[in-house]
């Protein structure tokens, strides 16, 4: 009788000890992928950030007068530059993108501008890197919320702040203005 009570505790121990094993190491996955997915934001963002000096000089030359369009450019480009933490990116990207608005609304004022081909490519440019932001974001989002659901559910709630897990934020759009349907008009 003893024997068979050891046997089964000490496949109980090797069960909960494989299972610690598992979990633990596809939570570093998801985490990993995560990180990954991150990185693979910030690169867009900084593709995209490498566009605007282009896009404001470009638009210069053709409107120099609208001098307070271009430093609210710079100044959010910079900021978006400067972040570091999910929250702050989020938000200063954000920032940047409303600014960017406000750009391409100078630059529907000028019929030659929109009409130059160089301003045609930077266009095209910035709006494929911004399907890949969108698309990076939302990868980035699930990765994380598969990530977040692993530790928050049981077993995960016991066993991850013991590993040292944490929730990871998710990238979210800050602006109402954002979140709004775009309007439009012919």
């Known amino acids: 009788m003893w024997s068979t009570l050891l046997a089964v505790l000490i496949v109980v121990i090797i069960l909960s000890g494989m299972g610690l094993v598992v979990f633990y190491n596809s939570t570093?996955?998801?985490?990993?992928?995560?990180r990954n997915a991150w990185a693979q934001i910030d690169v867009q963002l900084k593709r995209r950030s490498d566009l605007i000096p282009n896009l404001v000089e470009t638009v210069k030359g053709y409107a120099a007068h609208e001098k307070e369009t271009f430093e609210l450019v710079t100044r959010a480009r910079a900021e978006a530059l400067q972040a570091q933490s999910v929250e702050d990116r989020q938000q200063?990207?954000?920032a940047l993108s409303g600014a960017l608005k406000s750009l391409f609304a100078?630059?529907?004022a000028y019929p030659e501008l929109k009409a130059s081909e160089n301003f045609s490519q930077l266009q095209r440019d910035l709006a494929e890197t911004e399907n890949k932001i969108a698309y990076?974001?939302?990868?980035y989002n699930d990765?994380?919320?598969k990530?977040?659901?692993?530790?928050?559910?049981f077993p995960g709630v016991l066993l991850a702040g013991i590993?040292?897990?944490q929730a990871i934020p998710y990238f979210e759009v800050l602006e109402t203005s954002e979140r709004q349907a775009v309007q439009v008009r012919f």
Do not use: P
Not at 28 to 34: E, M, P, Q, S
Not at 136 to 139: A, D, K, V
Not at 147 to 153: L, M, P, Q, V
């Open 92 to 94: 200063a990207e954000n």
């Open 106 to 108: 100078v630059a529907e």
């Open 147 to 153: 990530f977040n659901t692993k530790i928050e559910a």
């Open 143 to 145: 990765t994380t919320m």
């Open 136 to 139: 990076s974001r939302q990868f």
């Open 163 to 165: 590993m040292g897990f």
């Open 28 to 34: 570093i996955k998801l985490r990993n992928l995560a």
